[in-house]
């Protein structure tokens, strides 16, 4: 095996294409149910959707093309930091004594510092074409407010963030970052929307969510006609844009001469580095007969996939999203403040709720201390400091790591370091000092849930 340590591919190793799952769940046997009109509840049109989002990513939202082109004006903003680099964890490998290969990718390369600018680039692009003036979004942990903020000061587009109200507080360089791209940033709940004052009726002291912050941007941009709404997770375009990362791992892997992957783990919230991670890997299970294990992992605090049901559910906590078939723990959930903020969601992706029915897909949960020892177990080998999102990926790869120092088997692991930790220096202050909290979702807020599932007739 080749002795590198980091694998770097030039510009013209970069996808010019996006890979589309849907072109090949038919022939893995599953069926993707489709969206439904939160009014009526028959299935979504285009005209539907159209006061969201411009018709080109609806277009991408249900096309079952294998492959889509990267227009070229998103491919040369992609170069400011794509291909990302994938490297070989020697030093951690040595700290955890394990025969098995461990590869990460590393998306914190990127201008906001995580995946996220590989689908808020082409969704700003596509708006921009077709005239639209301004966006308005939500974020978790800031991240993909970051992105989208970045993405829309490349295009000429007015930005509106409405941050959940936690990582507002806890993350404020976030904040600042979205401002320094020119983004209007707003904690939620906010005043500012009929949701968002509905739930501070209710709660004044509401630590916010991501299906509140994503009912006040809907919202917004469904009353506003120079506005359409940007999402950074869950949908199948968002998916689809991120399948950059996974389609460079193969050809970084194949460049190191390494083995093909046993294992590939990626954290899930909303489900869009784990797609745009494993999909590319997912198709040559199904088309080529490869048998790699893909690991999903989440937060005990909000573990959808793992504790979840299957059913139709809103994407938003006031009803104002369409319905999407998929893993949810309600969409009124409000989470624990765990500082994994780009996980703190209660629905999953539809592809990746399907992938997991059909189980093509596993899915493991853990609580937060143990994610933040992972983090430091990886960062004091390998030096770079992972948010808490992607330590959950880490978390899952030191467990087949150290399977594998058990059964003296020398697997080759790769996982998705999907953003640095710079701006979740206080997580890691919380942790060091023992402050840091674990959280379950308690099983009876996860009944009491299934009460107010939409009820759908037929």
């Not at 694998?7 to 046997?29: C, F, K, Q």
């Not at 227009?71 to 004594?97: F, G, H, M, N, S």
């Not at 120079?226 to 460079?248: F, M, P, R, W």
């Amino acid at each position: 095996m080749s002795e590198l340590t980091k694998i770097v591919l030039s510009e013209r190793d970069m996808p010019t294409h996006w890979y589309n799952l849907n072109a090949d769940l038919g022939a893995a046997g599953v069926e993707l149910p489709p969206p439904l009109h939160p009014g009526t509840g028959q299935p979504l049109g285009p005209d539907d959707l159209a006061p969201l989002f411009p018709m080109a990513l609806i277009a991408q939202e249900v096309s079952t093309e294998r492959y889509i082109e990267i227009p070229e004006e998103v491919q040369e903003i992609y170069k400011l930091w794509r291909p990302t680099p994938l490297y070989r964890a020697r030093r951690w490998e040595k700290a955890l004594d394990t025969p098995a290969r461990i590869y990460y990718k590393y998306e914190g390369v990127s201008p906001a510092g995580s995946h996220k600018p590989n689908t808020a680039v082409p969704q700003a692009y596509y708006n921009m074409k077709e005239g639209v003036k301004r966006l308005t979004t939500e974020t978790g942990a800031g991240q993909w407010g970051s992105a989208l903020s970045f993405a829309c000061q490349m295009f000429g587009i007015e930005c509106k963030v409405y941050m959940v109200k936690i990582s507002y507080e806890q993350k404020p360089y976030r904040k600042i970052l979205m401002q320094t791209w020119g983004a209007t940033v707003v904690p939620s709940p906010s005043d500012q929307t009929n949701a968002g004052r509905a739930i501070l009726a209710a709660d004044p002291n509401s630590t916010g969510s991501l299906g509140i912050a994503i009912s006040e941007a809907v919202e917004e941009a469904a009353t506003r006609d120079d506005t359409k709404y940007a999402l950074g997770s869950v949908l199948n375009h968002v998916l689809l844009h991120q399948t950059v990362i996974g389609q460079e791992v193969i050809k970084q892997l194949e460049v190191a001469g390494a083995d093909w992957p046993d294992v590939v783990v990626a954290c899930t919230g909303g489900g869009s580095n784990f797609g745009g991670f494993a999909f590319p890997f997912l198709r040559e299970n199904i088309t080529a007969g490869k048998q790699t294990r893909i690991v999903a992992v989440e937060p005990a605090a909000a573990p959808s996939l793992t504790r979840g049901v299957y059913a139709y559910d809103f994407g938003d906590t006031a009803s104002l999203t369409p319905l999407i078939k998929m893993h949810t723990l309600g969409h009124d959930f409000v989470p624990a403040p765990i500082h994994a903020g780009g996980l703190r969601y209660h629905g999953m992706s539809a592809q990746v709720s399907a992938l997991k029915e059909a189980g093509l897909i596993e899915a493991v949960n853990v609580r937060q201390r143990a994610i933040f020892e992972a983090a430091l177990s990886f960062t004091r080998a390998e030096g770079i400091l992972p948010a808490p999102e992607p330590s959950h990926a880490i978390w899952g790869a030191m467990q087949e790591a150290l399977a594998c120092k058990e059964s003296g088997q020398a697997k080759t692991i790769v996982f998705n370091l999907c953003g640095h930790g710079h701006f979740d220096l206080s997580s890691y202050d919380a942790f060091l000092n023992g402050r840091l909290e674990d959280y379950d979702y308690p099983e009876e807020a996860i009944q009491e849930s299934l009460k107010r599932l939409p009820q759908l007739s037929g």
